[in-house]
């Protein structure tokens, strides 16, 4: 074993550590759900848990994925165009397709996958790449990618500035092609993109619109069909991106979503396509019942919208300040990442999982914890957690 690898690597961890940022993991010995059994904590009540809907323990969802496991087998043996696609890989496609609004989409092992495989598959050198300031780091990494394999040209736009899109958009008109990268909601923010004003955008810059919908997916609009439905611009985004691990079932797995000649491409080039397994079939199964469950249960969207609301307006009357916002994201800013760190864990005692996030995460001074709610979550749960919050807050010197 090479010991000067292995030192430098414990110095890393150790800078971590003494720095108060080393991430600790916690372990579940039960489904992901309002309340969970954490190991050396019992019954914990979760609050840092992308579960929106309540999806990852939903009964027919479970017994969708063992229903696939037997009929499909545990794996898919290679990738698809070598060994077959599983005929449950065209039906959640399909799904996927007319619960988005697109004409087709293709799915891959994760939303990171997604990102990645989508964009240095279709920009070519001459190409103009822009991206939103606050976008996931899976966006920046694969125009980041994209960049080093076609040569392209990319610049980042301040956080939803409109102003400064359109100056860097004029700037290279000289472009052969234009694409402008946008989360949905922004995961850290819990805020919505301007997403009206970006398609007008778009369609006056002759650009292509492609939005990363993974935190907005089964969770904003009526029916829970996304950051479009929501301003009642279905099917007029050009691309959506977005994942199947969160509202979706809570399980894995990821998407884009589009023409069909994009997803056809993808078949063509994507790399994580061609280079790698295909979603686990068992987990395809159960990703299609739970876009199935949402149709049927629109009142489960509804249920999140009214608990987020509910749980938004009690944490500011207990005296926090929470970011504006009409998502389930709530996050409450706190300041030192010191203190936000320390309530987390004060807050294990008191029986409620949330993480508390600081710089790098995000900007020095707005350190937070982001709460996360779900449908699954009890009026009594969401009261035990503002008044579980607010004693700690107290306790901690945050909240006077």
């Not at 993991?25 to 809907?53: D, F, T």
């Not at 988005?100 to 996958?113: F, P």
């Not at 997803?263 to 019942?289: E, K």
């Amino acid at each position: 074993m090479n010991q000067t690898f292995i030192s430098d690597l414990q110095s890393g961890l150790d800078a971590l550590k003494a720095s108060g940022t080393y991430k600790k993991l916690n372990h579940l010995a039960s489904p992901q759900a309002a309340r969970v059994q954490m190991e050396g904590r019992g019954e914990v009540l979760i609050l840092s848990s992308n579960n929106y809907l309540g999806l990852c323990d939903e009964p027919s969802v479970v017994q969708a994925g063992i229903d696939g496991l037997k009929k499909f087998g545990a794996g898919t043996g290679s990738v698809r165009f070598i060994c077959g696609t599983f005929t449950v890989h065209r039906e959640l496609e399909t799904a996927i397709a007319r619960f988005v609004g697109t004409e087709a989409s293709m799915s891959y092992v994760s939303a990171w996958n997604a990102n990645e495989g989508l964009t240095a598959s279709v920009v070519e050198e001459g190409d103009f790449v822009i991206s939103d300031a606050l976008n996931h780091a899976s966006i920046i990494d694969s125009i980041r990618l994209a960049k080093a394999i076609t040569k392209c040209t990319t610049a980042v736009y301040k956080h939803s500035d409109l102003d400064d899109l359109v100056e860097k958009l004029k700037a290279n008109k000289g472009a052969k092609r234009r694409l402008i990268w946008t989360d949905g909601v922004f995961s850290m923010e819990g805020s919505i993109a301007k997403l009206p004003e970006l398609i007008q955008v778009a369609k006056d810059h002759d650009a292509v619109l492609i939005m990363d919908d993974s935190h907005a997916t089964g969770v904003l609009g009526e029916l829970g069909r996304g950051t479009a439905e929501h301003f009642g611009v279905l099917g007029e985004v050009d691309v959506i991106t977005s994942t199947l691990g969160k509202a979706l079932g809570g399980a894995a797995g990821g998407f884009v979503a589009g023409p069909a000649a994009l997803c056809d491409t993808l078949t063509q080039r994507s790399r994580p396509q061609l280079f790698s397994n295909a979603l686990p079939p068992t987990v395809a199964a159960s990703a299609l019942a739970s876009i199935e469950f949402i149709e049927a249960h629109p009142e489960r969207v509804r249920t999140l919208r009214e608990n987020a609301a509910w749980f938004r307006q009690a944490i500011t009357e207990a005296g926090f300040k929470p970011l504006d916002g009409a998502t389930p994201i709530v996050p409450i800013i706190i300041g030192e990442t010191a203190d936000a760190i320390k309530m987390s864990e004060m807050l294990l005692d008191e029986g409620i999982f949330v993480t508390g996030f600081g710089f790098p995460v995000v900007p020095h001074g707005t350190a937070r914890l982001r709460c996360q709610i779900s449908a699954a979550h009890t009026r009594e749960d969401l009261d035990y957690a503002v008044r579980a919050i607010k004693k700690v807050g107290q306790k901690a010197g945050v909240l006077k």
